[in-house]
């Protein structure tokens, strides 16, 4: 039953019944269901926050886990973006040196998606779990394309340097007669007498003294592409090495080889003779670089010791007349 409520009456001087409108029973029952459903919300809230449900908690020791594990990923991935940054400085300043090749770009380098520095960069800027696992994901496949192309350039390197070994095993660089106590080099590439016209002529390659049939050597890797007689040369060899290097051995009295041989470098190729304009045995020898004759002296580098080369030196300055008309 409802309590009656009563007030005190000035007018009337004693106390009246209490009596409200059904509007004003409204409104108070309605304020008493706000106020209710207010502080039910406020309750819940603090009990959620300082007092989480198990699964809650699982969920948040989960977050932290994660959290940990991407800390530790991204160390890694710093960790690797240093190592492949050390790899490309080697791959810039040692191997693309030494093999004379431009360094890779730096755009090449980045495989066209930006730099690593625009993720470093996301990473230091607390952003979101969410953006970080998406700017991890953008980094690892960044760092993928940066070591294809370090692999890649890697397999360019080793090109290089098989290239390099043919070209090292082509070019001429040794002397071609067994030459070991310098008696047989007689005379040098320049300006020297003419033993027949005695006039002086240019002197396009240097000539060894030696006894007919004494053996000749190729000076380098190569194909013989002429085995015939040629003039004022007499009995000649001619082996093209490629890398635009050709050598021309005259004079001889015998081949060893054919044309369209392949020979290696100190494979015996015929032997000394004094075929041709000559006064007597010796090998006249030319090397052809790109076309031109040039001076044989620059390669015999494989076989000659600092003071031999000091020795043949002083011999070609020596202008001793040639043996031979060319
Ligand atoms: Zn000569």
């Known amino acids: 039953m409802a309590k009656i409520k009563y007030y005190y009456d000035t007018e009337t001087c004693r106390y009246e019944e209490l009596k409200r409108t059904p509007s004003e029973v409204?409104?108070?029952?309605?304020?008493?269901?706000?106020?209710?459903?207010?502080?039910?919300?406020?309750?819940?809230?603090?009990?959620?926050?300082?007092?989480?449900?198990?699964?809650?908690?699982a969920l948040q020791e989960e977050n932290q886990q994660l959290l940990l594990k991407y800390e530790l990923l991204s160390k890694q991935m710093k960790e690797v973006d240093a190592v492949l940054a050390k790899l490309q400085e080697r791959d810039d300043k040692i191997?693309?040196?030494?093999?004379?090749?431009?360094?890779?770009?730096?755009?090449?380098?980045?495989?066209?998606?930006?730099?690593a520095e625009k993720y470093r960069n996301l990473l230091d800027?607390?952003?979101?779990?969410?953006?970080?696992?998406?700017?991890?994901?953008?980094?690892?496949?960044?760092?993928?394309?940066?070591?294809?192309v370090q692999s890649k350039s890697y397999d360019e390197i080793v090109k290089m340097q098989a290239e390099r070994e043919k070209r090292l095993a082509s070019m001429p660089a040794i002397r071609p007669v067994a030459d070991n106590d310098l008696t047989m080099f007689i005379s040098g590439y320049g300006m020297r007498m003419h033993p027949i016209y005695k006039v002086r002529k240019f002197h396009s390659g240097c000539d060894f003294a030696a006894p007919t049939g004494t053996p000749v050597y190729a000076t380098g890797?190569?194909?013989?592409?002429?085995?015939?007689?040629?003039?004022?040369?007499?009995?000649c060899i001619e082996i093209d090495h490629g890398f635009g290097f050709v050598t021309k051995y005259a004079h001889l009295s015998a081949y060893t080889v054919k044309v369209g041989q392949r020979v290696k470098r100190g494979q015996m190729i015929g032997r000394v003779g004094s075929t041709g304009t000559s006064v007597s045995p010796h090998l006249h020898y030319e090397v052809i670089k790109n076309g031109q004759k040039v001076n044989p002296l620059g390669y015999f580098f494989n076989d000659l010791t600092p003071e031999q080369y000091t020795k043949m030196l002083e011999i070609a300055a020596q202008d001793r007349p040639s043996l031979g008309g060319n």
């Open 221 to 235: 890797e190569g194909i013989v592409r002429m085995a015939d007689y040629d003039g004022g040369y007499g009995k």
């Open 26 to 57: 409204l409104i108070n029952i309605a304020g008493f269901v706000i106020l209710a459903s207010l502080s039910g919300l406020l309750f819940s809230y603090l009990a959620r926050t300082y007092f989480p449900s198990a699964s809650e908690a």
């Open 95 to 115: 191997y693309r040196l030494l093999f004379e090749a431009e360094p890779i770009a730096d755009e090449i380098r980045k495989g066209g998606v930006g730099g």
């Open 125 to 148: 800027e607390g952003l979101k779990r969410e953006q970080l696992i998406i700017s991890s994901f953008k980094k690892l496949d960044q760092l993928k394309r940066q070591m294809y």
